[in-house]
């Protein structure tokens, strides 16, 4: 067998296709061998994970070995899945990410305590306890995972922030589905259709100030960060204070007032929503979890960080604030959906707008952004 295995990893970089080496895999799987597509994939990973990059051949069969464990239905798979990515050879903070986002998606969480009490990451526990939590799973309820997720040691980990149960403005997330041939996922974003308004030449526009300091840009914009950082998107993000109360019927004229770069050229008119806070969140999650135009995202469990930081940010809730006090501080503000026909919005498929009036109605938020293949 470690000879059969040896062949493939000497011949693979030169293969102008990789459609036998999957069957392969997949006859392997369906004799009930799983643990030969993992020494096939540790081998693999030892002999090219340094460059991914460039042996597309290395990157197609280390997915499809992965995707097959991942989502075939059964704990020994499970088991297996787990023993590849935890390997030394394929360790790999992204790859823990994704792997987290597959097992969840394929296995119900009584074969997934194994990861809790065997062979995985830290990082790839927690992520799984959010993946979880996103699919509506009481994490609290499975005694083996339920150990591990309420204990002290990884409250430092960044995800340690986020509640153990969806909350009410997170509702029932978009998740992407996959298979071992691939995936999909939904993309929410544009304006909501719910109340779209013109500009009211005679609204009130109170005099305004830009407030904006490079912490909350930060935070404002943390959900679609990637787009800016591994595709080809711009991010605005922006904080003004205003001299007087803002009321709804001004908010359109207020935007088109700001000087806002993703809205040079909009005229007189375009389109603005209300909508409510958890369809921000959707829409941010979303963001956050699949990427843009050419890359994957953050996945789920750091997409609902993501998402939760820009609810803060955009809501002004205090830097270290708990969930509940973010989302009431969110529930607290008016939320507004916003596009235009301009040339910073790409207009492909990955364009946000979103405007949020905090409570006191004296300061307004804004994220855009925008992407494009």
């Not at 980990?157 to 996959?178: N, R, T």
């Not at 840009?217 to 803002?246: C, M, Q």
């Amino acid at each position: 067998m470690a000879d059969r295995i040896q062949k493939i990893v000497t011949k693979l970089p030169g293969l102008k296709s990789v459609t036998d080496v999957w069957k392969m895999a997949d006859r392997h799987l369906a004799r009930g061998d799983a643990a030969f597509l993992t020494d096939l994939g540790i081998a693999l990973a030892g002999a090219y994970g340094s460059d991914a990059g460039r042996i597309w051949q290395y990157r197609s069969v280390f997915d499809h070995l992965l995707r097959l464990l991942a989502t075939t239905p059964g704990p020994g798979n499970v088991a297996q899945a787990l023993r590849l990515v935890s390997s030394a050879e394929a360790a790999d903070r992204k790859l823990d990410r994704y792997t987290a986002s597959l097992l969840a998606s394929s296995h119900p969480a009584e074969e997934l305590a194994v990861a809790f009490t065997g062979n995985a990451t830290e990082e790839l526990r927690a992520c799984l306890v959010h993946e979880l939590v996103l699919r509506g799973v009481g994490v609290t309820e499975t005694p083996a995972i339920a150990g591990w997720a309420t204990s002290l040691h990884w409250r430092h980990h960044p995800l340690g922030w986020l509640p153990l149960a969806l909350s009410d403005v997170e509702g029932q997330p978009d998740l992407p589905s996959y298979s071992a041939r691939g995936g999909s996922h939904s993309m929410p974003y544009g304006p909501s259709a719910n109340r779209r308004v013109g500009v009211d030449a005679g609204a009130h526009v109170p005099s305004v100030e830009e407030t904006t300091t490079e912490a909350a840009a930060k935070g404002i914009g943390a959900a679609v960060a990637n787009w800016a950082e591994e595709s080809n998107g711009r991010v605005e993000a922006r904080v003004f204070d205003l001299a007087a109360s803002l009321e709804a019927e001004s908010v359109p004229s207020a935007l088109l007032a700001l000087g806002l770069e993703c809205l040079k050229g909009a005229g007189k008119t375009f389109s603005v929503a209300a909508c409510p806070p958890g369809q921000a969140w959707r829409v941010l999650f979303a963001a956050a979890s699949t990427g843009g135009a050419y890359n994957s995202g953050a996945r789920g469990a750091y997409g609902r960080l993501a998402a939760w930081q820009s609810l803060a940010g955009l809501s002004g809730a205090a830097e270290g604030s708990p969930a509940e006090e973010v989302e009431a501080r969110a529930r607290e503000c008016t939320w507004y959906g916003f596009g235009a026909d301009t040339k910073w919005f790409e207009r492909v498929a990955w364009d946000i707008g979103l405007a949020v009036v905090r409570s006191e109605r004296r300061r307004l938020a804004v994220l855009a952004a925008t992407d494009t293949d």
